[in-house]
């Protein structure tokens, strides 16, 4: 990127979000970004398919939610191409005003994800009302421009960081092992080349007997990891179902023969991108600090 370039990314949320910091994580090293925040995963789909930006950040699983749904139909619908994918140890902290007191919280806002997460802790607050937030930075954003001392919000440390809010209670979280997965992701397509380990695909198979476990067989075969099977039920079409996989390999000459294997297969097969797989090094030392503890 020249340097009086400006590399535009959309996010889910706002500044301070998890998805801010899984764009700044994956774009590390671009000095000029600008991050437009969009209120709904479909907004984020607007402004990538209008051209108002160049990439967009999305989350697509979390190590206790599970599979984000809706997010692979949008990916589907919008032809959008996975061009990159990042890991986020998903940190919640109690955030309030200056000088407020635990004892006096009346009220805890935040996504409703996030609320969800920590209940555990949220249940040694009997005073607080839980109030459910489109987003976790907006709340935390909120909570400083209208100070409370009885109010208090779920966010990052960086949405702390950015308002000015207090961290009262840091790493709030139920389950410390919290991970959320983003794709990276761009209008068009880009080429596959030599260095790429994953790909991420769609496919529908027939409704017989055994041909799932033929596809299976197939992978087996090619000496490739299937890190990922996720069904999803054919819009109007009873009992057939697409399926999305993710598969890595060590030589890009793998991938491309198990594809026309697959496309063999199959009765439809579509690639929703091929690239580098997340360096998961730092995430799998925080893990095993959390389970020494």
């Known amino acids: 990127m020249a340097n009086n370039d400006i590399l535009k990314i959309a996010i889910q949320g706002y500044p301070g979000s998890f998805h801010d910091e899984a764009a700044r994580k994956f774009f590390m090293g671009e000095e000029a970004l600008e991050l437009k925040p969009a209120n709904t995963f479909d907004i984020l789909a607007k402004e990538l398919s209008n051209q108002n930006v160049d990439y967009a950040v999305m989350a697509i699983e979390n190590s206790i939610a599970g599979t984000i749904l809706q997010n692979y139909r949008i990916l589907r619908e919008n032809n959008f191409w996975i061009v990159g994918e990042t890991y986020l140890r998903i940190q919640h902290n109690l955030l309030v005003n200056p000088h407020t007191k635990l ?17 555990d802790f949220l249940n040694t607050l009997p005073k607080a009302a839980l109030i ?11 909570l400083a421009e209208n100070p409370n001392p009885h109010h208090a919000c779920i966010a990052s440390l960086k949405a702390a960081e950015l308002t000015g809010l207090e961290v009262l209670q840091e790493s709030i979280e139920t389950n410390k092992n919290n991970y959320t997965r983003f794709f990276i992701l761009s209008r068009t397509k880009q080429p596959s080349i030599y260095h790429y380990n994953k790909a991420s695909v769609y496919l529908r198979i027939p409704d017989e007997k055994g041909h799932l476990l033929k596809v299976l067989q197939a992978i087996e075969s090619h000496d490739i990891n299937m890190s990922k099977l996720q069904s999803f ?43 580098d797989r997340a360096d998961l090094r730092d995430l799998i030392l925080i893990n095993q600090s959390i389970e020494a503890l």
């Open 233 to 275: 039920p054919v819009l109007g079409k009873f009992r057939e179902y697409f399926f999305h996989l993710d598969l890595e390999f060590t030589d890009i000459k793998q991938y491309q023969s198990i594809r026309e294997d697959l496309r063999k297969l199959t009765v439809e097969f579509s690639e929703l991108g091929v690239y």
């Open 103 to 119: 004892e006096d919280i009346q009220k805890v806002s935040s996504h409703p994800m996030a609320l969800n997460q920590c209940l």
């Open 132 to 142: 459910e937030h489109a987003d976790t930075a907006l709340s935390a954003i909120e």
